[in-house]
C-alpha cells in the first residue's frame, strides 16, 4: 500500500511538472528551462545618462571585465564569463573560440558603459533603448587585440523600456542588427557574440520610451503556480477521500426473548 501510494504521489508531480512545461511553453515560447526563469520583476535600470524621466533614483551604470583573466593553458577553466559590475550585460564564450597567437597564455574581455549619445546615431526608425557598451578583447601578456571569435558566445544585453533588437558596430559609428531574442521575463536580450566593438538594445522609434516593471513574469508565474498546485492536490484529496474508513454500521437488534 505504501509503494502504491509512492508511486502515485510521483506520477502526479511529473504530470505536474509536464502540465506546467506546456502551459508556459505556450506563454512564453523559445524558454528552454520554463521552471527557473524566477517570477521577480527585475532591478531598477542604471543609466550612464538618464533621460529626464528616468533621473530619479538612477544609480550610475557600472563597467566590468573578465575576472579573473582567461588562462588559455590546459589548467584553465572551458567556460568563460564578463559582466559588468551590474550585470546589465553578460557576455559568455568558450576557451577553444579565442584563436591561438604565439606568445599569448591568456585572454581578457573589458566592458565599458556608454552615453549613447556620444557614438554615432543609430538607422533611421530606431532608437537606442538604454545605455551603449564598448567591447574589448585582447590577449595576455602582449595587450594585442582578438580579432573575432572562432567559436561564437553570446551576449546578453538588460534594457529598460521596449528594446527588440541589439545593434552593433565595429566602430561605435555604422550600425547593423543582431538576431535577437527575449531572455525570460526580466527585460533583457540575448544575441550571438563574436566580435569587439559597441553593442546597444534598440527598438523601434516609434516604441514609447515608457518604464516596464516586468511584472508580467510575476501575474504569469503565479498563474503556472497555481495550475501546478491544483493538478497536484486535487488528485491526493480524491485518493484521500476515496481511502477514508467509512463509519461501520451497526446491527440492528431484535426485540430480547423472554425466558
Known sequence: MRTRRVVTVGLVVTAAYV???MATGQLR??????LFDG?????AYRWVNPPPEFRSGNQKALSGKLTPPADLGPAG????????DDAQVL???SKTGVPPAPGATGATVEITALDPASLGPLPHGIRVDGNGYKVVMGYLPSGASIPALVQPGNIFLSYPTT???IEYSPDGKAWQSLSAQQVGNNLQLGAVFTKAGYYEAAAPGSAPLTKRSGSGGLTTGLLIMAAVAFVIFTPLIVL???????????KK???KKRR
Do not use: S
Open 19 to 21: 502540465v506546467a512545461t
Open 29 to 34: 515560447p523559445g524558454r528552454a528551462r520554463p
Open 39 to 43: 517570477f521577480t520583476p527585475p532591478p
Open 77 to 84: 577553466p572551458t567556460q568563460l564569463e564578463a559582466a559588468t
Open 91 to 93: 557576455i559568455t564564450f
Open 163 to 165: 528594446a527588440d533588437r
Open 240 to 250: 484521500f477521500v476515496r481511502r477514508r474508513p467509512g463509519k461501520t454500521p451497526q
Open 253 to 255: 437488534r431484535g426485540p
